[in-house]
């Protein structure tokens, strides 16, 4: 005769039980993600990049809720004999750097950025359901846009489950409008005249050091002038300002692109990429 350890036999039971309604309480607390596909036909402006530049097949442009964050260009695919080869360039700016904003503008002198109808944006951003943070795309092709939205909600929809993107780059330890004002103070129109355009933009590591200060600062865009020369200078001293990115909670060694530009007043405008 086979005996049944009771003991045993009700531990099992209240594992299983337990897993079970882990299991569905689990399943209740997932999100409610929405997503939503529109498609406008294309207006003027945004269409005007594509039809000055044929290579440019469509424009992929990201917003933080109703704000552009970031374009992108994508290539026609580029034919070579009897055989397509895809083409994998494609350029990107960060709309949030002055610098980008300013090489897109020049080299798409006959277009500019595309502008995106507020209204469109606005009948988007009424698709949201809890909060305010949301992802939106928008695709421009030469006929259309294709606008992608998406956001994921709490069970309760009392709040929305938002992961921003981080972007991992160094950061300025203070207010860049105290870096312009000194840059400002000590510029002089005589001896640091520039060249040309007065916008420059140089690239540079920030070492990952507690010292933190600025290694290989080059120029990238603009004239190499007195101007240069002393701005590369002034961004040298101001090394120890400079903060580098953490990964894991350890600085690493990061890069960052800074942008300067001598206005008319002859006060200094500096951002950088973040």
């Known amino acids: 005769m086979r005996y049944i350890n009771i003991k045993r036999l009700t531990r099992k039971i209240l594992i299983i039980a337990g897993c079970f309604f882990a299991v569905s309480d689990s399943t209740a607390q997932q999100p409610d993600c929405v997503t939503r596909k529109k498609t406008y036909v294309n207006n003027i402006s945004a269409k005007r990049l594509l039809t000055n530049y044929p290579d440019i097949d469509s424009i992929l442009i990201k917003f933080e809720q109703d704000k552009p964050i970031s374009l992108q260009l994508l290539f026609n695919h580029q034919l070579s004999g009897s055989r397509e080869q895809v083409s994998s360039r494609e350029e990107s700016y960060n709309l949030e750097f002055e610098?980008?904003?300013?090489?897109?503008?020049?080299?798409?002198?006959?277009?500019?950025?595309?502008?995106?109808?507020?209204?469109?944006?606005?009948?988007?951003?009424?698709?949201?359901?809890?909060?305010?943070?949301?992802?939106?795309?928008?695709?421009?092709?030469?006929?259309?846009?294709v606008y992608n939205f998406s956001q994921c909600c709490s069970p309760n929809k009392k709040q929305n489950i938002f992961v921003k993107e981080y972007k991992y780059s160094a950061s300025y330890n203070g207010s860049t409008k105290q870096l312009e004002q000194e840059l400002s103070k000590k510029y002089d129109k005589k001896s640091s005249r520039p060249l040309g355009d007065s916008v420059l933009i140089f690239t540079s590591l920030v070492n990952k050091d507690l010292l933190n200060n600025l290694q290989n600062i080059k120029l990238v865009t603009g004239t190499k002038s007195p101007f240069s020369d002393f701005i590369q200078k002034a961004l040298e001293e101001s090394g120890k300002f400079w903060i580098p990115m953490f990964q894991g909670g350890r600085p690493v060694k990061s890069f960052v692109r800074i942008y300067v530009r001598l206005n008319k007043d002859e006060s200094i405008t500096v951002s950088y990429s973040r």
């Open 99 to 145: 610098g980008d904003v300013y090489l897109f503008k020049n080299k798409y002198v006959k277009a500019g950025i595309p502008v995106i109808p507020k209204a469109e944006i606005d009948h988007m951003s009424k698709m949201q359901q809890c909060g305010s943070n949301y992802f939106l795309r928008a695709t421009i092709h030469k006929d259309s846009i």
